[in-house]
């Protein structure tokens, strides 16, 4: 969930889709970052949706291109059906993923909630001047992605029980994999334009990223990383309400002639805790996938911008 520019003079970026995402401008050198974010469980065991939930609320931050400082607990608890030990596992898993990102979870607040809630709160800073922006691609810029598709296919098909332990294991993995890297490089080698590709799906989120900053975008489906098991199981039919519902926004503005039904829903699948894409020049790509890869991150080159009127074409 991303950014778009603010009227407020203190306020450089605000968020587009609920006010999750927000920077205010402190000084010159510093500005703070502050986002929410608060899912339902998509995988069994308490400390894993805890450690989902905190990669996931955090993200926010570091596709902003900020280092994130503290945060706060949102628990919506059914203290009545629940266990309070998993409530434990669950505020343990969030912990383990702060201490890795080197930030601080502070305290929370807990309501009575008749299906489980959880999130973050998360607090941190920037330099105004390397502030990535939804509205920061530039023509010639080459677009990268730091993780595969098809987390929302995947959690579907395994609350309905048709998802085997390996693909579920490979999707958590993916799911719990910090996005901090892939900000440091995206910064590092210039990169102006960025979101993290959470419930909007890839088209979604690469669809705001051209209107915003006035640019079109081409996209390579082959070039596109997906987890294992992804599109066989679209195949079958596993497909979430919501990224039925993103194709059929995306449409407004996509160009895809041949294009498969699977393939175009993969791409619109909506993800939770999902990679960052950004824009960096031609001749930076090799180095960049070389700095992701190294560090455990796909650094797929997926497709490339040009000046234009925010058409996704895919090609």
Request: with cysteine.
């Amino acid at each position: 969930m991303r950014h778009t520019h603010s009227h407020h003079p203190d306020l450089l970026v605000g968020s587009d889709t609920g006010d999750d995402a927000a920077v205010w401008s402190l000084s010159e050198d510093r500005a703070l970052v502050a986002t929410v974010d608060v899912i339902t469980p998509i995988v069994d065991g308490a400390r894993i949706w805890g450690r989902v939930a905190a990669t996931n609320s955090v993200s926010d931050v570091y596709a902003m291109g900020g280092r994130p400082l503290f945060a706060l607990n949102i628990v919506g608890w059914n203290s009545a059906e629940l266990p309070e030990q998993q409530l434990t596992e669950l505020l343990a898993g969030a912990s383990e993923v702060a201490a890795e990102n080197g930030f601080v979870i502070a305290g929370g607040h807990t309501i009575d909630d008749p299906e489980p809630k959880f999130g973050l709160s998360v607090t941190g800073e920037v330099h105004p001047d390397r502030v990535l922006r939804n509205s920061g691609l530039r023509d010639g810029d080459v677009l990268v992605l730091s993780k595969p598709l098809g987390s929302g296919i995947i959690a579907t098909a395994a609350k309905a029980g048709q998802a085997s332990q390996p693909t579920i294991d490979g999707m958590v993995d993916v799911l719990c994999r910090s996005n901090a890297a892939p900000a440091t490089v995206a910064c590092d080698f210039g990169a102006t334009g960025a979101t993290d590709v959470t419930g909007f799906g890839l088209l979604g989120h690469v669809g705001e990223l051209a209107r915003s900053s006035g640019v079109s975008v081409t996209l390579e489906p082959g070039s596109v990383p997906l987890l294992a098991g992804a599109r066989e199981l679209a195949e079958d039919g596993y497909v979430p309400g919501g990224s039925m519902r993103n194709l059929e926004w995306a449409r407004q503005r996509l160009d895809a002639p041949g294009i498969d039904r699977t393939t175009l829903l993969l791409l619109a699948d909506a993800q939770t805790s999902g990679g960052l894409v950004f824009g960096v020049s031609r001749e930076d790509t090799v180095a960049v996938r070389a700095r992701l890869h190294e560090q455990g991150h796909e650094g797929a080159v997926i497709g490339h911008v040009k000046a234009g009127d925010g058409t996704i074409r895919l090609r």
